[in-house]
Nanobody
Framework: QVQLVESGGGLVQAGGSLRLSCAAS????????AAWFRQAPGKEREFIAT????????SYADSVKGRFTISRVNARNTVYLQMNNLKPEDTAVYYC??????????????????WGQGTQVTVSS
């Protein structure tokens, strides 16, 4: 099975940018589709973006479309989330997830088999 570790979170002012990384180990990340979710205190886990195993197809939540970009470098076993024009409402713990369905672009968290521990993103106003 694959292990996922997120990094790159932190504190940023509104309008700023962050790039999150999700590093995989144990198995080649190229065998999995991947996604980013987030969860704010008192709220359900929210879909952000997903990418197929080849990187050929992506899908985004409306709340981040045009501001966030998901990408991957399979040779580095890493998935990225570039976040621009951050808003206070983007504050949450961000999670990376992987699915054995390589072609999956599913926004449902139950479709994902493996999860990282999360990284905190805080956007100040």
């Amino acid at each position: 099975q694959v292990q996922l570790v997120e990094s790159g979170g932190g504190l940023v002012q509104a309008g700023g940018s962050l790039r999150l990384s999700c590093a995989a180990s144990g198995r080649a990340l190229s065998m999995y589709s991947a996604a980013w979710f987030r969860q704010a205190p008192g709220k359900e886990r929210e879909f952000i973006a997903t990418i197929t195993s080849s990187g050929g197809t992506t899908s985004y939540a409306d709340s981040v479309k045009g501001r966030f970009t998901i990408s991957r470098v399979n040779a580095r076993n890493t998935v990225y989330l570039q976040m621009n024009n951050l808003k206070p409402e983007d504050t949450a713990v961000y999670y990376c997830a992987a699915s054995l369905n390589r072609a999956s672009i599913n926004s449902n968290p139950t479709a994902y088999n493996y999860w990282g521990q999360g990284t905190q993103v805080t956007v100040s106003s």
